[in-house]
């Protein structure tokens, strides 16, 4: 049975050649699953694709490949659970030991959500949505609570319900945290009309995010963010987060090789073209992956789950990537990757990205979520096995094994804040702070002018929430510097604001433990106006055991925890201490723990750590036990 082209799989699951004809289809418009209330005011409205092939940046498309055809035992599952149309449902990709584990009893209960309904779903419905929206004929309290909490992060939109009910997170995908300043205007334009509520946040994935955002302009967002080369989809729940590289590829001196085309790529067949890309889009987990151009490691491949790491091949002299795998942050577990024995040639990345998804998600464990992360899947298989197993689905590739790299010399990993020689002669690269990550519409207006001043028209977002200013001539630094902006942002901050990273925390996150960008900020400042500290200290800040502002990577990091005070519950910090970053990264150890971060508290004892641990000292005039 066909309907607009599409074959409609309902009750169809015992004639399994026809699921074939989905292999290279566009996912079809059908009305969303939502309460009744919001069916009855749906009759009648079309349903806009946010990402519509109508007016997308590229038009470009991938071609799917076929899924796999629904075996015997998935088929009898499928039925139990009352589950009919299997385009529908999150399973349609998968293999059918993954649509088995997906449909087990045990499964992991965002399983049995995707199950019911994909989040694919979602790229579509958030267009109709929109449009019931602005008529009046619903609102989001209407919607399904799986569809508004958890099915809308498929398509970026992160719903705020314990902090700011009714708006959304949108996060985005910046593929090596590069934008334009046309983007740049595009952004400001979107969080402008939210006043006070509308900011927008780099990450710690290099990347940017919306605040303020609502479900009436959600699709329009969207649309406008293909039509400007940018997406949200697949950028959170189980699916790749944004690719990290180098904030300096393609100017660096020392690079091996510019990254940026590669990240590109890679968005592109991870995402379809940022469209969505229903095949890769229900994985077990989330999977991070970092490309590393340099020996700086930028984008700490030792924490990601995949870290392809450039360097030359020791025999032939060609530059290509060793892998590393597994390596994750969670509340239960804190792994560095380890060795994925294999060797990348430059023009096998992206098919070894693809092959690599899509053993995860056709293996990957779907029972429990704590388990479900790269790593227990490579230490079970072991890497030799993973290498041949990837190198399977790549269509019978035989991977080359790791190549084994000894450096005479030690190289630190750099600071790309300040001005910085590119490797084109007359160029620099201009590095500004910018604290905690937070920024508003006219900071990303001045941005965008400033890069097209005096740069190429082009900024760099950092892991450490920073920005970067590439291809700027020598002789127009030092006008440059006089921009107002970077008094707020500054050029060469202090050694403490320098190395500042913080998660969102509290004031938006509805997980966290302790509120974390606005304590940072005031904190790091009075530290820096009491002590004088010789080098750039690393203090990241992250409101939970999630870690998403990489506690364990900082040289002294603060994790929201329990503490008590006075006998009562209060906002408390675990502090980690010596994280190394670059080669040869280490994580840092737990040091203290239930400390309260009442400033009277928190204060004095970093104080004491910066003073015995990094060589602060006290300013004159300021006495040496001040709090
Ligand atoms: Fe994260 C969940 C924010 C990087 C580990 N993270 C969340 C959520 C979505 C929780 C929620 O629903 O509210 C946070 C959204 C808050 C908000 O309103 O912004 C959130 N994570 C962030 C960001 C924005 C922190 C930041 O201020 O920069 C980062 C967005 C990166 C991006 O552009 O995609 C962010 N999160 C990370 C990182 C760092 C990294 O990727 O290097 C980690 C640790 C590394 C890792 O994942 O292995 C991280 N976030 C988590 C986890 C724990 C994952 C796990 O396996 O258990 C969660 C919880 C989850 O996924 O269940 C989480
Ligand atoms: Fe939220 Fe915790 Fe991540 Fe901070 S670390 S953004 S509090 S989930």
Not at 137 to 143: G, P
């Given at each position: 049975m066909q309907t607009g082209g599409m074959v409609n799989v309902n009750m169809k699951?015992?004639?399994?050649?026809?699921?074939?004809?989905?292999?290279?289809?566009?996912l079809p418009a059908r009305p969303a699953a939502r309460t009744a209330a919001a069916l009855r005011a749906s009759s009648g409205n079309g349903v806009a694709s946010a990402?519509?092939?109508?007016?997308?940046?590229?038009?470009r498309r991938l071609v799917l490949e076929d899924p796999p055809l629904v075996s015997e035992e998935v088929s009898a599952l499928m039925a139990e659970q009352g589950i009919t149309d299997l385009e529908k449902s999150?399973?349609?990709?998968?293999?059918n030991d993954a649509r088995a584990r997906a449909l087990?009893?045990?499964?992991?209960k965002p399983e049995k959500i995707k199950n019911e309904?994909?989040?694919?779903?979602m790229w579509s419905e958030v267009g109709e949505l929109g449009q019931m929206i602005r008529k009046g004929?619903?609102?989001?309290?209407?919607?399904a609570l799986d569809d508004i909490d958890i099915r809308l992060k498929w398509s970026g939109l992160f719903h705020r319900?314990?902090?700011?009910?009714?708006?959304f997170m949108m996060r985005l995908k910046a593929p090596n945290g590069e934008l334009t300043a046309k983007q740049l205007r595009f952004l400001a334009g979107c969080i402008e009309?939210?006043?006070?509520?509308g900011c927008a946040d780099i990450t710690t994935r290099a990347n940017m995010q919306l605040r303020g955002v609502t479900l009436g302009e959600a699709d329009q967002i969207m649309q406008g963010l293909v039509e400007h080369g940018l997406s949200s989809v697949m950028?959170?729940?189980d699916n790749v987060r944004n690719m990290t590289g180098s904030p300096i590829a393609g100017i660096?001196?020392?690079?091996?090789?510019?990254?940026r085309p590669l990240n590109y790529a890679l968005n592109d067949m991870i995402t379809n073209f940022g469209h969505g890309n229903p095949a890769l889009t229900n994985l077990p987990r989330k999977i991070n992956i970092g490309l590393s151009?340099?020996?700086?490691?930028f984008p700490h491949t030792h924490i990601n789950d995949v870290g392809l790491v450039a360097c030359k091949?020791?025999?032939?002299g060609e530059v290509g990537f060793n892998v590393e795998l597994g390596g994750y942050f969670s509340i239960k577990r804190n792994a560095t990757s380890i060795p994925g024995e294999t060797f990348l040639a430059v023009d096998q990345v992206v098919p070894y990205c693809k092959a690599l998804l899509e053993v995860f998600r056709d293996?990957?464990?779907?029972?429990d979520r704590q388990k479900a992360r790269l790593m227990w899947m490579v230490e079970d298989m072991g890497a030799d096995k993973f290498r041949e197993l990837v190198g399977e689905y790549m269509g019978g590739v035989t991977l080359r094994k790791g190549v084994h790299l000894k450096y005479d010399d030690v190289w630190a990993r750099r600071d790309v804040l300040g001005v910085h020689p590119q490797k084109q002669p007359g160029f620099v690269w201009v590095g500004a702070c910018v604290p905690a990550g937070r920024l508003f519409a006219s900071d990303l207006r001045d941005f965008a002018r400033v890069c097209e001043e005096y740069g190429d028209g082009t900024i760099r977002l950092t892991v450490e929430q920073d920005v970067i200013f590439p291809?700027?001539?020598?002789?127009?630094v030092g006008a440059m510097r006089a921009e107002p902006i970077f008094q707020k942002?500054?050029?060469?901050?202090g050694n403490l604001t320098r190395g500042m990273v913080s998660c969102t925390g509290a004031q938006f996150c509805g997980v966290a433990i302790i509120e974390t960008k606005n304590r940072a900020m005031a904190i790091v400042r009075k530290l820096e106006e009491q002590l004088d500290i010789p080098k750039k200290v690393r203090m990241h800040w992250t409101g939970?055991?999630?870690?998403c502002a990489q506690a364990?990577?900082?040289d002294i990091g603060l994790m929201g925890g329990p503490a008590r005070l006075d006998g009562k519950a209060v906002e408390g910090v675990r502090i980690f201490l010596g994280g190394t970053i670059g080669e040869g990264a280490a994580l840092a150890a737990e040091f203290?723990?239930?400390?309260?971060?009442e400033e009277s508290i928190l204060l004095p004892m970093l104080r004491e750590l910066l003073i015995e641990r990094y060589g602060a000292t006290p300013k004159a005039g300021v006495l040496a036990g001040a709090a």
């Open positions: 699951l015992s004639q399994p050649q026809q699921l074939r004809s989905c292999a290279n289809a566009r990402n519509g092939a109508s007016a997308n940046g590229t038009g999150g399973l349609l990709y998968l293999s087990a009893k045990k499964a992991a309904k994909g989040g694919h779903m004929d619903m609102s989001w309290e209407d919607l319900r314990k902090r700011a009910p009714g708006t009309p939210y006043g006070e509520k950028s959170g729940m660096d001196p020392h690079e091996f090789l510019d990254v151009p340099s020996r700086d490691d091949d020791p025999a032939t293996y990957g464990a779907r029972i291809n700027v001539p020598e002789a127009s942002y500054e050029i060469e901050p939970c055991p999630n870690s364990q990577v900082a203290e723990k239930g400390i309260p971060c």
